[in-house]
């Protein structure tokens, strides 16, 4: 399971807003969740803010009636079998817990008790789209990559790398877009054609 978190860009700046004003705060999302073969997206909802214990208990009644993930943000990773993991546990709602890190993210994604998962992206999108986390290629960076880091920079490239693309019609023009797009070390391609495409 590869499971990727995507928030906006004011949903980041209110989260290290707080984090800033109160470094030891716990705050709290609720986040829409989308499947898509082995990929899991969390897509930040709402931002709740810090809470005190009345209040989380109101957060967890929105989540399972919504079918959300309860999500956390905050300095450090929580211990593996602290209250809140458990409360949500016992009333079957998916839960995150994301560590901001001054260099970038940490986080792991629990659908069950049994079943958790790191999570391998993080995107925020604002002015700038931003994507942090593990990409497949980084260790396999082929040399018309490194051409394009040389050309384009490493944010764009990397950018590239973790997006998907779809071309409609593969023969003519379609097929040169196509092999462009892949020496542009574009990260997932996605061909619709009535004939078959090798």
């Not at 109101?58 to 593996?80: C, D, H, N, Q």
Request: aromatic residues 8%; glycine residues 10%.
């Amino acid at each position: 399971m590869n499971v990727k978190l995507r928030m906006t860009g004011s949903q980041h700046d209110q989260i290290n807003t707080l984090l800033r004003n109160n470094p030891q705060c716990k705050i709290y999302g609720l986040c829409g969740e989308h499947s898509s073969g082995s990929d899991v997206y969390i897509l930040v909802h709402k931002i709740l803010g810090t809470m005190p214990e009345f209040k989380f208990d109101e957060a967890l009644y929105k989540a399972k009636k919504r079918e959300m993930t309860l999500v956390r943000f905050f300095p450090i990773i929580g211990s593996p079998l602290d209250n809140v993991m458990s409360k949500c546990f016992s009333e079957s709602i998916p839960y995150a817990d994301i560590e901001m890190l001054s260099n970038g993210f940490k986080g792991i994604y629990w659908a069950t008790p049994d079943s958790s998962a790191t999570i391998c992206q993080f995107m925020i999108v604002g002015d700038d789209i931003t994507i942090a986390g593990a990409s497949k290629k980084d260790s396999e960076t082929q040399a018309f990559v490194q051409r394009n880091i040389q050309a384009f920079g490493k944010g764009t490239t990397r950018i590239l790398q973790n997006i998907t693309i779809g071309v409609v019609g593969c023969s003519g023009t379609g097929s040169v877009v196509v092999e462009q797009l892949a020496r542009l070390g574009v990260g997932k391609l996605t061909l619709v054609d009535p004939d078959p495409v090798f």
